[in-house]
């Protein structure tokens, strides 16, 4: 990672303005068409959920805005960004949070994601891992669509990690139709940002 020269930083001035605010993130929730995915991902008998995680981490580390975390009151660009995502406790309706590396390579990500969260067991999180900067919280409600989602926080102005969601997909005039939402905080991430990365995260489906 890289720590940020605030005097030279092109967006200082809006890092300055949102980082005072009482609540600087917003979130947006937006619907996907994931009719080719879908296809693709069955096809391939591949979990949807960890494909999706694979695809989105993807292309929120091509944007640097999304890598800028806030440490200490100062802000640091990450090489690279990691899944933190929600996963069910067998045998239980209870879930954990779990902490796995990305990789480029999608058959790779996805076996060291399962192992990562077998090797977890019933624990609810890995303290250590909770304690990192460059990852991103993920979560998903596959049981129903919905238009809003809000999550449990602290407010915390320096809170930067951006958090995404998504809910069930449902077909609509013969696509398939996915709710995906993200927060970030304003003072990294503009609107412009949210709409290239939901831009690509579609484009990207579609392949």
């Known amino acids: ?89 067998e045998g239980t309706e209870l879930f954990k949070f779990v902490t796995s590396n990305m990789d480029d390579d999608l058959l790779t990500f996805i076996r060291k994601a399962k192992q990562k969260s077998l090797d977890q067991g019933h624990h609810f999180l890995d303290v250590n891992e909770e304690e990192r900067f460059d990852v991103v919280y993920i979560t998903t409600f596959p049981w129903a669509s919905y238009t809003q989602v809000s999550h449990a926080h602290n407010i915390d102005k320096t809170d930067s990690i951006p958090k995404i969601a998504w809910g069930k997909f449902e077909e609509v005039n013969g696509k398939l139709i996915m709710p ?20 690509n995260i579609q484009s990207a489906l579609e392949k």
Do not use: C
């Open 1 to 89: 990672m890289m720590k940020v020269n605030l005097d030279t930083w092109d967006r200082s001035q809006h890092f300055e303005f949102f980082k005072h605010l009482d609540v600087p993130r917003y979130l947006i929730t937006v619907p996907l068409d994931v009719t080719q995915f879908v296809k693709k991902i069955k096809s391939q008998k591949l979990s949807f959920y960890l494909s999706f995680i694979h695809l989105a981490m993807t292309e929120m580390n091509l944007i640097e805005n999304f890598r800028y975390r806030i440490i200490n009151d100062d802000v640091y660009l990450f090489d690279e960004t990691h899944p933190s995502f929600t996963d069910v406790i």
């Open 180 to 199: 995906f939402s993200i927060e970030v905080h304003h003072g990294l991430v503009d609107g412009l940002h949210v709409g290239k990365l939901i831009q």
